[in-house]
């Protein structure tokens, strides 16, 4: 399967983003989605 990085963007902003890896990927919020969300997989950022 082919994976590429990809953004999420939540009411306009860029909340997280889609890395991809030999294992699979990994979602890192950034710190405008950490505040929007107040934390890890809450709101915007999941």
Not at 6 to 33: H, L, P, Y
Not at 35 to 42: A, T
């Amino acid at each position: 399967m082919e994976c590429k990085e990809c953004k999420i963007v939540c009411d306009g902003k860029e909340v997280a983003i889609i890395k991809c890896g030999e294992r699979g990927f990994s979602v890192e919020c950034t710190e405008e989605g950490k505040e929007m969300c107040g934390g890890f997989m809450k709101g915007c950022c999941k």
